[in-house]
């Protein structure tokens, strides 16, 4: 298991303890009081392990539950795992000691992602097929009894799908391909979407708080959507991280922690309306970074940075300087 690392100080995170596997590949973690809770990527191990002394790390439990796991979840007593080609195995660490497993469902296809509210499962599917002709899945699962978990309906986005937020009666789904999906889940049984957030290069992680989604999106990287009308989802921050955001996920402090394939960045975001922090500095002058993708088709993505809000006319020209387009942004 890999160190906890200590972000008192977001400028300088510091690692403040470790447990070891045995060189085992973790895919997945969660923290339920002073335990934590890990799987391993290709053995199917299940480790519980007591993180109230965060730098001594004391292993307390062990179950081999086989197979490919990709991610877990705990609530309550219950420990929820997504298994690759296996599904949903549903684990209960009342005694921690002895971890059992009790109930199972089988998903589809690949069982990339979970989240639990209430007494229902929600398992992000990523379907079958190759490339851009997958047919993702979101499955909706009853654990009412845990021992007999019952699948009450699944949504077909028509793309993969590898995670999946639930806020309330809105199921926010991400897909490696398309962007997200916000799907209405006041029916359980008839699962409707009510909105898509297009990503040219597609999404892997979302975190909800309050009306904003948190978007991992992939090669583009960090972006801030308004989810206040789900059905109208309106993009109001956006951070070109360095490399590929595959993970995002947000402290009590409001900052922003993302997965980059190049680092872990610490990230700011204020809302649009709100009071200016005077922690925060303007940037000392303006920069217009590189289009992506470039070269484009229908659309491509500019960032640009201010010393102060205002409104901005964006000219596109051709290499005689004709004018191909004009776009007012505010």
């Known amino acids: 298991m890999g160190g906890r690392s200590s972000v008192a100080d977001p400028d300088n995170p510091q690692e403040v303890g470790e447990y070891n596997t045995d060189d085992l590949s973790l895919s997945g973690v969660a923290i339920s009081g002073n335990f934590a809770f890990a799987i391993d990527e290709s053995d199917g191990y299940l480790f519980v392990v007591s993180v109230a002394n965060p730098e001594s790390a004391a292993g307390v439990g062990l179950l081999d539950i086989g197979g490919f796991l990709n991610e877990i979840t705990v609530s309550g ?14 684990v209960s660490v009342a005694d921690l000691e002895h971890p059992e497993e009790i109930g199972y469902f089988d998903a589809e296809w690949i069982a990339k992602g979970i989240e639990v509210s209430g007494d229902y499962v929600y398992i992000a599917d990523y379907g079958e097929g190759r490339g851009r002709n997958v047919d993702g899945v979101l499955h909706i699962i009853s654990v009412a009894d845990p021992e007999q978990p019952v699948l009450l309906s699944s949504f077909h986005p028509d793309s ?71 059905e109208n989802l309106v993009e109001v921050g956006y951070y070109d991280t360095p490399g590929v955001a595959y993970g995002v996920d947000l402290s009590e402090e409001g900052l922003i922690y993302v997965a980059d394939a190049s680092n872990m960045g610490i990230y700011r975001f204020t809302e649009p309306n709100a009071a200016i922090d005077p922690s925060i500095t303007a940037p000392a002058k303006y920069k217009l970074y590189s289009s992506y993708p470039n070269p484009f088709n229908s ?17 596109i020209l ?9 776009h007012h942004l505010i």
């Open 299 to 315: 659309q491509t993505r500019i960032a640009h940075d201010l010393q102060v809000s205002t409104n901005v006319k964006l000219s």
């Open 160 to 230: 993969p799908v590898v995670g999946v937020t639930i806020s309330g009666d809105i199921a926010y789904i991400a897909a490696s391909d398309s962007g997200m999906y916000v799907v209405s889940i006041a029916d359980k049984e008839r699962p409707e979407q009510i909105g898509h957030f297009e990503a040219l290069d597609g999404v892997s992680d979302i975190v909800i708080v309050g009306d904003y989604a948190y978007v991992a999106n992939l090669k583009i990287g960090l972006s801030v959507i308004s989810i206040s009308d789900p």
């Open 77 to 90: 007593d219950y420990a929820y795992i997504a298994g690759r080609w296996m599904g949903l195995h549903i």
């Open 318 to 326: 051709d290499q005689g300087m004709r004018t191909l387009g004009q």
